[in-house]
């Protein structure tokens, strides 16, 4: 427990520091979580505060332009938070030529998965024809 607390404190510090230059369209997860509450899902107060934290973070790590949680999938060997947004080009030269290019037709969206919200994210590849 020690360390789940560590891990929420140290989020919090980091995205107070840098929540100043935030210009991403972005919803209000706590509103979303509100929502999901009603009809039975929840995160509880604790995680959907920290979810909400790290999609910040993630945004600013990546540039992006809208970003929002997608949801959580349930798996043998561990769930995975998953997140959706418009990022910046980047890795844009490292598309093969017969995919589209990111931030076009399937490609539009870029898909964040991890399997603990404290950590950090990783950015799942394009979709190609293979």
Not at 91 to 110: I, L, M, Q, R
Request: proline content about 3%.
């Amino acid at each position: 427990m020690n360390y789940y607390i560590e891990k929420c404190e140290t989020l919090i510090e980091s995205t107070k520091k840098k929540q100043k230059n935030l210009n991403i369209l972005f919803p209000n997860f706590n509103v979303d979580a509100t929502l999901l509450d009603w009809v039975g899902v929840s995160f509880g107060e604790d995680d959907t505060y920290c979810i909400g934290l790290s999609i910040k973070k993630l945004a600013e790590n990546y540039k992006a332009k809208e970003l929002r949680f997608w949801g959580k999938i349930l798996t043998k060997n561990g769930d995975y938070y998953v997140a959706e947004g418009v990022t910046s080009n980047l890795y844009a030269d490292t598309v093969p030529a017969n995919a589209e290019k990111k931030g076009e037709g399937a490609n539009y969206y870029s898909y964040f998965v991890t399997h603990d919200f404290l950590e950090d994210w990783f950015e799942l590849p394009l979709i190609t024809p293979e």
